[in-house]
Each structure stands twice: as C-alpha cells, then as structure tokens.
C-alpha cells in the first residue's frame, strides 16, 4: 500500500559543504530620533509657577532626549557581518570514504585499493597522511600512502572483513579516491562485482533492486562515527511507496554495520527504489543484488548510488551487445513525470521512433526494456523530465536465452574536472573500455594510468592520451595497461576550454562459461572547498 511520507531535511557542515553568506542588518534607529525630538512652547513669564514648572519639564524631556539618542547611536553601529558572497575555495582538509564490508552480499573475493591522484591543488601544503584501514571487527587490516600518487590495496581472498575505511588528511586528502572489487568465476555468488568507496551521508538514492524469487538485494549501512545513527529506507515501488515499517528508525552503532534486505521491507515486488535518509548521524551507503537460478548465481554486483532528483538526468556506461537494458525511472514526489528519452551513441544523438516518452505515476517506479531502440552499441541516456526524476539500469549479459551476468549504471550529472578511479584488474581474458560522454558541447580530455606495483612509494603516471569528443556522442575506450603489474588506477582530466562530460567505465572478463561484467559511473574528485569569509565592515573599523 502506498502512502505519505513526511521527510524531514537536515543541513550538515562537511568538508566539502558550502555555507552561504549571512547578512546580519543594523538597526536603523531612526524611529528612535524622531521620537526624542519634540517641539516646545514658548516659554512663561520669569518667577511664575508655570515657568517653574516648564523647567522641570524640559530639564526631563533633555535627559530623556539624551537617553534615547546615545540608545539610537549604539543601535546604529554595524555589527561586523559576513558580506554576501564573500566566499574562498580551499583545498579540503580532511576525506574519509566508506567501502562496504567484503563478502557482505557473496563469497567474492575482494580487493579494495585507495589512491592519491597526483597533480590536484593543496598537495603540496604541508604534511598529510593516507591509507586504507578496517573498522573495529574480528579481523583487520591496513595500508598506508605516504606521497601524492602513492596506492595502497587491502586484499580479502579467502576471508571477510570488516568495512573499510580510506582517509586522507592534510595534503593527501586533495584527490583521494578508493573502489571494492571483487571476483568469483563459479562459486555461489559467480559474478564479478565492483563499487566506489563513497563519504558518509545523509542521504543516498538506489535504483534497480528486487525482491522476487531468486533475487536478493541487500542495504548495507556502515556508521564511521562512535555514537549511532539512526535511518529510514524508503522504498518505492510499481504501485508507490511501500509500507514498510521495518525500514524506519534503523539503529546503526557506532563503528558498525547494518544489513538489511530489501526481501523483508517489499517482499515479492520485483522492481524497486531505495531511499535512505539519515535523521540522526550519518553513514555510508551500499546495495548489493544477486540473482540465482536454483543453486547457481546466474549475476551479482553493486548497486551504484544514483544522482539526487532533478529534471535532467543522464545514464552513462550503458554497455553494447546482446541482452535486455532495463530502464528504471522513479519520481519521488506528489506529481506524475512525464520523460522524454534520447539516446547519445558514438554516431550521435537521436530521439528513439520508440520508447521516445515515459509516464511515471506519482513516487512509482516504472521500467522499460531500452535494448531495442540501442542497437547493441555502447550508449547514454538523457531524460529529460517536468518534475524531478531518479534513474537507474540493469544491464544483462550471456548468449541467446541464457543469463550469465548482470551489471548496474545509474543516473548522474555531468561535470568539469578530473575523475578517477582505482583497482582495475589486470587478468587473462580481461578488458576494461572508459566511456566518456560529451553531452552538449564537444569535450577534449587526456587520459593517465597509474599502475600499481607492490614497494612503490608512488605511482609513475603513463604519457597522457589525448581522447577527443564530438559533442552529443559517446567514446568507448580501451585501456592498455602496462605489462608485470596486477592493477591500476586511471585519471580522466578535461582539457582547458573542454566541455563537460560523463565518465563510466565497464571490466569484462571472457570465458566459455559465460563472461563476467562489472563497472559504474564516476564522479568527479573531491579536491576544494567552498568556506565563507568574513569580511569587517567599514563602519565598525572607523566607529
């Protein structure tokens, strides 16, 4: 049953808030003058009663003026204020990212790989610290960077950790970045699954769980802070939002983790929207989602977060070949959306003869099978909306009437600056491609990998590579990695005067028993700060 649900907005100051400037007035006072000045009488004959009298009157009335004036004169000093739009850009302080625990959804084994991508501002400010460390639990580990472009990795083949945390402080927190993969060619949870390591939040959106036979989908919600935090998981559904009170005041101890599968909030309902809103606290992120045919895992991976409501929403990394595309479209609200659907590929942009426009009934979700308007190439979707909008899709892999993987994207925005991301395996049979989109205006940008050899302090980056983009079109763009290593990170920087762009990238594993996919959209590198300034008033300087 669908129903109403009051949300409550919370603002919170992080290192990469903004705070706008406050005016704070000076009281006017001039009420207070016009008050005190009075006009007098004439004045009576001398030695009379009444000239007595009138002295008194105005010995007062002097008094009382003088009182009010020095008043109206101490209201009228400024106060020092914050001047509107006084604002500074710094480079942040301090990042933490949250990897959600290994082994949490499957039994993959896992690598999780932090970096510091070299070259972004306040790295060269003084000292810093980095790395990668586990959370309180039964078994632990840690890693350390010690220099821009330093790597570090944290391995869980064969166990399972606790959640990781990656940080970054002083000059090593511009530019840190931090992903999970894993990996399991056919145990019970087969697949290839991968995330981005994100900061805590209050808020976060998933789009594409289920909760039908054979399909798990699990919230995993990981506290860093030492008091609890406590959550609601709204969850959104064909018919509207789910009655689920089991999803609301989830308790999240300090230091811990909580999963919660979705099979217990929307049992039975096959196409899902997950919101998870932080009223006390704050946490970090993750959905997982298997699909088995009986004893076997038949697809796995992560969920990627998708962008916060708004009417213009793309889908980047859609991946090319055989296999259903399914579109999901949430609209979180009390009004109906209606979408309308373009596809960018690398021969272009076009509206679809089919599949042009969606209707979204009022917070429903609503999916479509986009692979017939695709054409098996690697695309982007644009949806454009007249009410705020989420996206998401699931993309499936195997041969004719065979599922043998799946794989998520989710909707973003696009941007202007640098983006990276690590741990890309480097395997027999295995190809990683970065699909880079130019949704407007043509786009140029230079590619750089940062392979990851065990001992090195840092990174030798590779010689640039110049990628150009046509505006409206999508590259799809295969890595070369550099022989003798097992990963690497790779940077994707627009050039001066690009345009902007979307970033996702896709890694495939090929065997005869069926290929392994993963990969996600990515989000651009967390390096400044916008912090207000305080600025002294003229006035109060020369009071």
Same mark, same amino acid.
Request: hydrophobic share 40%.
């Given at each position: 049953?669908?129903?109403?649900? =009051?949300?409550?907005?919370?603002?919170? %100051?992080?290192?990469?808030?903004?705070?706008?400037?406050?005016?704070?007035?000076?009281?006017?006072?001039?009420?207070?003058?016009?008050?005190? =000045?009075?006009?007098?009488?004439?004045?009576?004959?001398?030695?009379?009663?009444?000239?007595?009298?009138?002295?008194?009157?105005?010995?007062?009335?002097?008094?009382?003026?003088?009182?009010?004036?020095?008043?109206?004169?101490?209201?009228?000093?400024?106060?020092?204020?914050?001047?509107?739009?006084?604002?500074?850009?710094?480079?942040?302080?301090?990042?933490? %990212?949250?990897?959600?625990?290994?082994?949490?959804?499957?039994?993959?084994?896992?690598?999780?790989?932090?970096?510091?991508?070299?070259?972004?501002?306040?790295?060269?400010?003084?000292?810093?610290?980095?790395?990668?460390?586990?959370?309180?639990?039964?078994?632990?580990?840690?890693?350390?960077?010690?220099?821009?472009?330093?790597?570090?990795?944290?391995?869980?083949?064969?166990?399972?950790?606790?959640?990781?945390?990656?940080?970054?402080?002083?000059?090593?927190?511009?530019?840190?970045?931090?992903?999970?993969?894993?990996?399991?060619?056919?145990?019970?949870?087969?697949?290839?699954?991968?995330?981005?390591?994100?900061?805590?939040?209050?808020?976060?959106?998933?789009?594409?769980?289920?909760?039908?036979?054979?399909?798990?989908?699990?919230?995993?919600?990981?506290?860093? #802070?030492?008091?609890?935090?406590?959550?609601?998981?709204?969850?959104?559904?064909?018919?509207?939002?789910?009655?689920?009170?089991?999803?609301?005041?989830?308790?999240?101890?300090?230091? #811990?983790?909580?999963?919660?599968?979705?099979?217990?909030?929307?049992?039975?309902?096959?196409?899902?929207?997950?919101?998870?809103?932080?009223?006390?606290?704050?946490?970090?992120?993750?959905?997982?989602?298997?699909?088995?045919?009986? %004893?076997?895992?038949?697809?796995? #991976?992560?969920?990627?977060?998708?962008?916060?409501?708004?009417?213009?929403?793309?889908?980047?990394?859609?991946?090319?070949?055989?296999?259903?595309?399914?579109?999901?479209?949430?609209?979180?609200?009390?009004?109906?959306?209606?979408?309308?659907?373009?596809?960018?590929?690398?021969?272009?942009?076009?509206?679809?003869?089919?599949?042009?426009?969606?209707?979204?009934?009022?917070?429903?979700?609503?999916?479509?099978?986009?692979?017939?308007?695709?054409?098996?190439?690697?695309?982007?979707?644009?949806?454009?909306?007249?009410?705020?909008?989420?996206?998401?899709?699931?993309?499936?892999?195997?041969?004719?009437?065979?599922?043998?993987?799946? $794989?998520?994207?989710?909707?973003?925005?696009?941007?202007?600056?640098?983006?990276?991301?690590?741990?890309?395996?480097?395997?027999?049979?295995?190809?990683?491609?970065?699909?880079?989109?130019?949704? #407007?205006?043509?786009?140029?940008?230079?590619?750089?990998?940062?392979?990851? =050899?065990?001992?090195?302090? $840092?990174?030798?980056?590779?010689?640039?590579?110049?990628?150009?983009?046509?505006?409206?079109?999508?590259?799809?763009?295969?890595?070369?990695?550099?022989?003798?290593?097992?990963?690497?990170?790779?940077?994707?920087?627009?050039?001066?005067?690009?345009?902007?762009?979307?970033?996702?990238?896709?890694?495939?594993?090929?065997?005869?028993?069926?290929?392994?996919?993963?990969?996600?959209?990515?989000?651009?590198?967390?390096?400044?700060?916008?912090?207000?300034?305080?600025?002294?008033?003229?006035?109060?300087?020369?009071?």
């Amino acid at each position: 049953m669908a129903r109403k649900v =009051r949300l409550e907005k919370r603002v919170r %100051l992080s290192d990469d808030a903004v705070v706008a400037p406050t005016d704070i007035e000076g009281t006017d006072g001039s009420g207070a003058h016009g008050a005190a =000045r009075r006009r007098r009488g004439p004045r009576p004959p001398a030695g009379s009663g009444a000239a007595i009298a009138s002295g008194k009157v105005f010995g007062i009335v002097l008094v009382a003026a003088l009182v009010i004036t020095l008043a109206a004169t101490l209201l009228q000093r400024p106060t020092p204020a914050v001047s509107e739009g006084a604002t500074t850009v710094e480079p942040i302080g301090s990042s933490v %990212l949250l990897c959600p625990e290994p082994g949490a959804g499957t039994d993959l084994g896992v690598r999780v790989t932090s970096a510091v991508i070299p070259g972004q501002p306040g790295q060269g400010d003084g000292p810093g610290a980095a790395g990668l460390e586990t959370l309180p639990g039964k078994n632990s580990a840690s890693a350390k960077i010690s220099t821009p472009g330093g790597q570090a990795q944290i391995e869980a083949f064969g166990q399972t950790l606790p959640p990781i945390r990656a940080f970054g402080e002083g000059s090593l927190a511009p530019g840190l970045i931090a992903d999970q993969w894993g990996r399991d060619p056919g145990g019970r949870g087969r697949g290839m699954a991968s995330t981005a390591c994100a900061p805590a939040a209050s808020e976060f959106w998933f789009v594409g769980g289920g909760a039908v036979a054979g399909r798990t989908t699990r919230i995993v919600l990981v506290n860093p #802070d030492d008091t609890s935090a406590v959550v609601d998981v709204i969850v959104h559904g064909p018919d509207g939002i789910i009655d689920a009170p089991a999803g609301r005041g989830l308790v999240v101890k300090g230091q #811990d983790r909580l999963v919660v599968r979705l099979d217990v909030l929307a049992p039975g309902v096959a196409a899902t929207a997950a919101q998870v809103l932080v009223r006390t606290g704050r946490v970090g992120a993750a959905v997982d989602d298997e699909q088995q045919a009986g %004893l076997a895992t038949v697809g796995t #991976d992560w969920i990627p977060p998708a962008a916060a409501p708004t009417t213009k929403v793309y889908v980047p990394g859609i991946v090319g070949g055989d296999g259903a595309r399914v579109l999901s479209v949430v609209a979180p609200g009390d009004s109906d959306a209606i979408v309308n659907v373009r596809v960018l590929s690398p021969d272009g942009t076009f509206a679809p003869a089919d599949r042009s426009t969606i209707q979204v009934p009022a917070n429903s979700v609503v999916t479509i099978d986009m692979s017939p308007v695709l054409d098996k190439q690697p695309s982007t979707l644009e949806l454009t909306s007249d009410v705020p909008i989420v996206a998401g899709l699931r993309m499936f892999f195997g041969g004719k009437n065979v599922q043998d993987e799946t $794989a998520y994207t989710a909707g973003s925005q696009p941007f202007n600056a640098p983006a990276a991301v690590s741990g890309l395996p480097v395997r027999t049979n295995t190809d990683v491609r970065v699909s880079i989109t130019a949704p #407007d205006t043509a786009a140029a940008v230079d590619i750089t990998l940062l392979p990851f =050899r065990g001992g090195e302090e $840092a990174a030798t980056p590779t010689s640039p590579r110049r990628v150009k983009i046509g505006a409206g079109k999508v590259k799809y763009i295969k890595m070369n990695p550099p022989a003798g290593i097992t990963w690497y990170s790779v940077v994707v920087t627009p050039v001066e005067g690009s345009g902007p762009i979307l970033v996702a990238h896709r890694v495939r594993e090929s065997s005869r028993f069926g290929d392994l996919v993963t990969g996600y959209p990515w989000r651009p590198l967390r390096t400044e700060v916008v912090v207000p300034t305080a600025v002294q008033d003229p006035a109060v300087a020369n009071g």
